[in-house]
């Protein structure tokens, strides 16, 4: 399944919907019984593309494109059902209120630990020794920085004691001494994590499905990354950026966005020919049948703000060594199964980026209608190599987008699709299905036929993203049949 030319080959059809979005009884979705389900969901509707948004483990804010590290996952998706049924839990009672399922989960997964301490079979404790040993690259450092984290009261390392800031060689090892047994839980949990995910992935290929993942262009600042590999990033002596990541002002924010990732020290990284990126994908990889690259154009040209700016107003365009970056990604693993995120300020030279390496790049149906012809986003301006999505996580549902439009808007769009008796958002998801483009990818929200309130995430705020749950109620009957139908019609059937 992890093919690339299986994938790209034929006509195909997904949804997007990040694993915490899944019902449960917990705080977010995770990794359970509720995955699997979709998964048989999925199947059912004839849908061969599960897409998600990042693994990694978050900060306070939850935002996956944010996160402690570019390797790890996210320990809050470990389902502890699955645990009980490996017998190194006991049988759960969960706690009344959700706002109390985070430190219930974590307490769960320490106990989890103690029971495979005490209960693992000798294969089981083998799988944990081969982890630890096949992941030291990275789990090393991620792991005695969670600690130190979580000593340091989930400050920044930043504001961390100089010894451990600067990664001092002695105050390391005291630390890893100090902190052993913190360690080794998020060694486990980590081990748990990837244990998980690798036992749903074989479900889902086994059922045809392939699991498209999500790579941010950038790391979080406050990352076990940064912190462990200075080198690669552009900071000064203290460790501060210069300058950071963000994008000018756009569809989405007047005074653009300022992300605050520190951009990399791109003269560092070519000399060592891209070693910190092959690592990286080699790591998305072994997760992911297909990657989705968000932010591609940062890979031709990357806006750069000064650092003491409050906005992404002020800021340049600086280029980047996208094609010596890829031609030696392509060097290392033979081929990229890859989709280009080519929303934004596109250039020529950002599409000849895509173009050279083959990368399929995306097209958004609520960014097509804004009157004119030529617009790239329209379905008769599509191209085979294309994703075509109705909107993603950053958009508004569908049914609401075309709510919020006046009556020339709300016209100009069903003139354009023939003024079809369906009710919004059906009209757009057929007119993705029947696009040339060699995937259609349709958010979780618009199948449910949901409105305003059920975005995923709203770029250039920081309050209330990343919560939206749906739950089974919410899946009109007769659905899996109706989208089965739309795909064998617009020859999407796997």
Same mark, same amino acid.
């Given at each position: ?8 080959? &034929?006509?195909?059809? +997904? ?120 992941? #030291?690259?990275? /789990? *090393?450092?991620? #792991?005695?920085?969670? #600690? /130190? ?18 990664? *001092?060689?002695?105050? /390391? ?40 993942? *999500? ?40 005074? +653009? ?26 790591? $998305? ?15 031709? @040209? ?25 031609? #030696?990604?392509?060097? @290392? ?32 149906? &609520? ?15 599509? &191209? ?5 999505? $109705? ?41 993705? /299905? ?16 949901? +409105? ?38 617009? +020859?999407?059937?796997?």
């Amino acid at each position: 399944m992890s093919s690339e030319t299986t994938l790209f080959s &034929q006509r195909r059809a +997904g949804v997007v919907l990040h694993p915490t979005s899944l019902p449960g009884s917990l705080a977010n979705g995770d990794l359970g019984d509720a995955a699997y389900r979709f998964v048989d969901f999925m199947h059912a509707a004839g849908l061969s593309i599960w897409q998600v948004l990042p693994h990694g483990p978050t900060h306070e804010d939850r935002s996956p494109y944010q996160s402690l590290s570019v390797h790890a996952g996210n320990p809050l998706w470990i389902s502890l059902d699955r645990l009980v049924e490996e017998r190194w839990l006991s049988e759960l009672e969960f706690p009344p209120t959700r706002h109390e399922t985070d430190a219930f989960r974590i307490h769960q997964l320490r106990l989890a630990h103690r029971g495979f301490e005490y209960g693992a079979r000798d294969e089981e404790r083998r799988a944990y020794s081969d982890f630890r040993q096949a992941q #030291a690259s990275w /789990l *090393d450092d991620y #792991a005695l920085f969670i #600690a /130190l984290r979580e000593e340091q009261e989930h400050r920044s390392w930043l504001d961390w004691p100089e010894p451990l800031k600067n990664r *001092d060689a002695s105050a /390391l090892k005291l630390a890893r001494t100090r902190l052993t047994s913190s360690i080794e839980q998020v060694c486990f949990e980590q081990f748990i994590f990837f244990r998980q995910w690798h036992a749903l992935k074989d479900y889902a290929n086994k059922r045809g499905i392939a699991l498209f993942g *999500d790579l941010p262009i950038y790391v979080s600042l406050d990352s076990a990354d940064v912190w462990s590999q200075r080198e690669q990033f552009d900071l000064d002596d203290s460790g501060t950026p210069r300058t950071v990541a963000g994008v000018p002002p756009d569809y989405f924010s007047e005074t +653009g966005q300022r992300w605050g990732n520190p951009h990399y020290d791109w003269k560092h990284m070519r000399a060592d020919d891209f070693s910190w990126w092959q690592a990286r994908l080699s790591s $998305t990889f072994a997760l992911y049948d297909l990657v989705r690259i968000d932010h591609f154009r940062g890979f031709e @040209a990357y806006w750069s703000i000064p650092a003491e700016s409050d906005t992404a107003i002020t800021g340049e365009w600086v280029k980047a060594p996208g094609k010596a970056l890829f031609a #030696a990604m392509i060097k @290392a693993f033979g081929s990229l199964p890859v989709v280009a995120e080519d929303l934004g300020i596109i250039t020529e030279e950002v599409t000849a980026l895509r173009k050279r390496f083959g990368f399929p790049g995306m097209r958004v149906l &609520q960014f097509a209608f804004d009157g004119t012809g030529s617009n790239p986003y329209l379905p008769h301006q599509h &191209q085979v190599d294309d994703a075509v999505y $109705t909107g993603t996580h950053d958009n508004d549902t569908t049914l609401a987008w075309y709510d919020e439009q006046d009556s020339t808007g709300r016209d100009r769009v069903r003139e354009y699709l023939g003024y079809p008796e369906e009710a919004m958002p059906w009209p757009l998801i057929r007119t993705a /299905l029947a696009s040339v483009g060699c995937l259609a990818i349709l958010p979780m929200q618009d199948l449910l036929e949901l +409105g305003p309130g059920n975005r995923m995430n709203t770029p250039g705020t920081t309050k209330g993203n990343w919560q939206w749950r749906f739950n089974w109620e919410q899946v009109p009957e007769g659905l899996t049949k109706r989208l089965h139908h739309m795909l064998m019609l617009y +020859g999407r059937l796997p």
